[in-house]
């Protein structure tokens, strides 16, 4: 019994400081230039804006960060399934 509070208490810290790191990373930012088009990201992999010709691409930005959300999701899946993840640190 004991066990599993001690468990519950290590994942919420751990959630904690996932979230301070998300909130870290986020403020890393980049912006690359080529000829007319400029991308800007930050550290946590998400595309802040795309601009072409001097016009902000929102769809395209949208459509770029759902990909890319997507893919993050079904890797950790694949994570989860080959013994990866959370459970192995609680010897599951």
């Known amino acids: ?3 599993k509070v001690q ?3 290590q994942l919420l810290e751990m959630r904690k400081q996932a979230k301070q790191l998300q909130k870290q990373l986020e403020q890393i ?6 000829g007319d088009m400029r991308v800007k990201v930050n550290g946590a992999q998400q595309v802040m804006y795309i601009e072409v010709d001097g ?3 929102k769809k395209l930005t ?3 960060n759902k990909a890319m959300k997507n893919v993050q999701k079904k ?3 694949t994570m989860m399934e080959m013994g ?6 609680f010897g599951k």
């Open 55 to 57: 016009e902000e691409q």
């Open 62 to 64: 949208e459509l770029i």
């Open 7 to 9: 468990q519950g208490k």
């Open 84 to 89: 990866g993840g959370l459970s192995g640190l």
């Open 75 to 77: 890797s950790a899946q």
């Open 29 to 34: 930012e980049h912006t690359e230039e080529s």
């Open 1 to 3: 019994m004991f066990d």
